[in-house]
């Protein structure tokens, strides 16, 4: 996953060959624990260092990282209509989501709960949706509102930015908008990073709805989307 190096030679890991694109760990929980916490790193500095007897290193790591996981180990859990029951214990539920730590947890942005498709679904044909061309030009514009406003500066997407910057004079929303942010902080439901890194997902929300600014609808969707939502 991070790379190693032997003989001053450097083999570079998964996140690497990754860089500037999606690396994608399904069955996420199944992952040894020691590999899933070096993520934590990498996702906050973009980069991995590797440090061996004859070989020191740093190596880009700028990733969208995506991790996909059951509901327990059989994949049952919550589902009522599953041919066969859930059969793990409540202990085994809580170890298996456990291996995604709470560190690690805390720099996953959007959290989504995705049930089963049923055949109904499936073909419902009459539902109009929107084509991937269309998604695709309202990300291309949103990145344009971003890349727009934050010319003059070292970024040029939302995922670049720092909290920092975010909450500065020239950026800061005003308190009556990040009202709801402000009171999950003081109770502890999200740490300062969790704040910053949903303040990230609310310009990106505001963007998308081609906004100047995020107001308080949009911080409040960006919370529940960290805390994650069911569909």
Same mark, same amino acid.
């Given at each position: 996953?991070?790379?190693?190096?032997?003989?001053?030679?450097?083999?570079?890991?998964?996140?690497?060959?990754?860089n500037?694109?999606?690396?994608?760990?399904?069955e996420?929980?199944?992952?040894?624990?020691h590999?899933l916490?070096?993520?934590?790193?990498?996702?906050?500095?973009?980069?991995?260092e590797?440090?061996?007897?004859?070989?020191?290193?740093?190596?880009?790591?700028s990733?969208q990282?995506?991790?996909?996981?059951?509901?327990c180990?059989?994949?049952?859990?919550g589902?009522?209509?599953?041919?066969?029951?859930?059969?793990?214990?409540?202990?085994?539920?809580?170890?298996?989501?456990?291996?995604?730590?709470?560190?690690l947890?805390?720099?996953i942005?959007?959290?989504?709960?995705?049930?089963?498709?049923?055949?109904?679904?499936?073909?419902?044909?009459?539902?109009?949706?929107?084509?991937?061309a269309? #998604? %695709?030009? /309202?990300?291309v !514009?949103?990145? =344009?509102?971003? *890349? @727009?406003? +934050?010319a003059g500066?070292?970024?040029?997407?939302?995922?670049?930015?720092?909290?920092?910057w #975010? %909450?500065? /004079?020239?950026? !800061?929303?005003? =308190?009556?908008? *990040? @009202?709801? +942010?402000?009171?999950?902080?003081?109770?502890?439901?999200?740490?300062?990073r969790?704040?910053?890194?949903?303040? /990230?997902?609310?310009?990106t929300?505001?963007?998308?709805?081609?906004?100047?600014?995020?107001?308080?609808?949009d911080l409040?969707?960006?919370?529940?989307?960290?805390?994650?939502?069911?569909?």
């Amino acid at each position: 996953m991070i790379g190693s190096g032997n003989g001053g030679l450097v083999h570079p890991g998964a996140l690497t060959r990754a860089n500037h694109g999606v690396l994608f760990l399904d069955e996420a929980p199944e992952f040894p624990q020691h590999v899933l916490d070096a993520l934590r790193q990498p996702l906050e500095s973009g980069t991995v260092e590797i440090h061996r007897a004859r070989v020191h290193t740093t190596l880009p790591a700028s990733v969208q990282l995506v991790l996909a996981a059951n509901p327990c180990p059989c994949g049952n859990a919550g589902v009522p209509d599953a041919a066969q029951p859930c059969s793990c214990s409540p202990s085994a539920r809580m170890r298996y989501l456990a291996r995604i730590s709470g560190p690690l947890g805390d720099r996953i942005d959007l959290r989504l709960t995705v049930r089963r498709v049923s055949s109904l679904v499936m073909h419902d044909i009459e539902t109009d949706r929107p084509t991937s061309a269309q #998604l %695709r030009d /309202r990300v291309v !514009r949103a990145r =344009r509102r971003a *890349t @727009a406003r +934050l010319a003059g500066t070292p970024w040029s997407v939302n995922a670049q930015v720092p909290g920092s910057w #975010l %909450r500065g /004079r020239e950026m !800061r929303l005003p =308190r009556s908008e *990040t @009202a709801v +942010l402000d009171r999950a902080l003081s109770r502890g439901a999200i740490s300062v990073r969790g704040y910053d890194r949903i303040l /990230r997902i609310a310009w990106t929300i505001a963007d998308l709805a081609e906004k100047p600014q995020p107001g308080r609808t949009d911080l409040a969707r960006a919370l529940v989307l960290r805390e994650g939502i069911h569909t």
